[in-house]
């Protein structure tokens, strides 16, 4: 009887071991989200200030952060992650009191069983106009240093080398290696940076994941690989081949970045950089990185679900955005009142389609529409270069990609 308990005991040790060695990774998900652009409430006492600030802006709909927030909770509690990733752009503009309540708010995510792990944007640290909405004024508030940054998100980054650069262990064999390229040690910049001491930082952490069979996503702000033409100095980060180089080198895959507010993933030998959509903006973006048993990576850009906002959201702020693309050019347009509304309806919808991700330069509708025509009577105008560089760059899917990690 005994020997027959410890030859069973035998078998199932041994078809344990077996299922160790076919399923040679753990599986896992991580959530991602970056450009939150968050503004505390208590700073924009003067709602319509505010708003009159945005309506001069890029699109973001910050004075629903609260809202945006509430609906990625529900989001990350449906999604049940093994990790939130934020990637830089915290706040609307580096305000003390913003950074504050959002930490506050990544503390609930952690109490709801999820892990966060951050870091800076352009837009987080040592800016020069963190400002307040209050009673018809701008006022300027109290910024953050990097050391303040490190206090407040202490719960929420790893103390690290080269800014707030550090590997995050998702799993026993997976880290993403958070990279801190954003360049605000006196005063903020739009630009980021990946320098020698990156470099160091990087390849002595990519080599201890190597020797520990860890597989490593890179996560930056700014770009790791060319997106577009248009503005490309001040989105693609500088010693970009460095990084992408070590990248390769390693064996990494694909690098998380924001920055650009754009959704689209830009791919060289081997290499992709999958720039998240600001989930400020419509369609308000988050993504999905699963990682197989087998090694595979899926990466899926989303929207916030209808079913966690306030009714008719997404269709008001989709109308938010597409709004002021048109005011912007409405007043600089040359045409007769009907063909200007033509031709910024167009604008508009081409802007809403490029920055979601969804623009396809093979759908023949862009151009067979009669307001292209109007456009390229206008040649000179700013809007007409911009749609022009977009539609002679390659489009592949930019929602969606697939990759095998290597052992
Ligand atoms: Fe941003």
């Known amino acids: 009887m005994k020997r027959h308990i410890r030859s069973g005991i035998m078998a199932l040790w041994l078809a344990i071991c077996c299922m160790v060695t076919v399923s040679a990774f753990s599986e896992s998900k991580l959530m991602v989200v970056s450009d939150l652009h968050y503004l505390d409430p208590s700073l924009f006492p003067d709602r319509d200030l505010f708003v009159r600030a945005l309506q001069g802006g890029d699109g973001k709909i910050t004075q629903y952060g609260k809202e945006l927030l509430s609906a990625l909770y529900q989001e990350i509690l449906a999604e049940q992650p093994d990790a939130l990733i934020v990637t830089g752009d915290l706040t609307f503009n580096g305000e003390k009191k913003s950074h504050t309540a959002l930490a506050e708010w990544f503390g609930t995510v952690e109490a709801a069983g999820v892990p966060v792990w951050v870091i800076p944007g352009n837009h ?16 300027l508030t109290e910024p953050v240093t990097p050391e303040a940054f490190a206090e407040i998100y202490a719960d929420f980054l790893m103390p690290g080398e080269a800014g707030f650069s550090y590997a995050a262990g998702i799993s026993s064999d997976l880290w993403v290696v958070m990279t801190d390229v954003s360049w605000y040690q006196d005063q903020a910049q739009t630009f980021g940076a990946f320098t020698d001491g990156h470099a160091e930082w990087l390849e002595e952490t990519l080599k201890r994941a190597l020797c520990q069979d860890i597989r490593v996503v890179t996560a930056t702000h700014h770009s790791l690989l060319p997106h577009t033409r248009f503005a490309q100095e001040s989105f693609l980060m500088f010693g970009h081949e460095k990084m992408a180089a070590l990248a390769r ?15 689209h993933i830009a791919q060289e030998d081997g290499l992709s950089d999958a720039a998240l959509g ?15 048993d087998d090694g595979t990576l899926t990466y899926d850009a989303a929207a916030l679900h209808d079913r966690f906002l306030p009714e008719g959201f997404q269709e008001m702020s989709r109308e938010w955005f597409a709004g002021i693309a048109r005011n912007k050019l409405t007043v600089s347009l040359p045409g007769t009142g009907e063909e200007n509304a033509l031709m910024a309806d167009y604008a508009a919808r081409f802007n809403l389609a490029y920055f979601s991700g969804t623009y396809r330069k093979e759908d023949a509708a862009w151009k067979a529409d009669p307001a292209y025509a109007l456009w390229k009577k206008n040649q000179d105008s700013s809007f007409w270069q911009y749609m022009e560089l977009v539609m002679n760059e390659e489009t592949g899917d930019n929602l969606h990609l697939e990759c095998v990690l290597p052992h």
């Open 124 to 139: 987080d640290i040592n800016t020069p106009s963190p400002l307040s909405f209050t009673s018809g004024n701008y006022q």
């Open 278 to 292: 600001a989930f400020c903006i419509w369609p308000h973006r988050f993504a999905l990185v699963t990682l197989g």
């Open 249 to 263: 080198r390693y064996g990494v895959k694909l690098n998380l970045s924001g920055h650009l507010h754009i959704q």
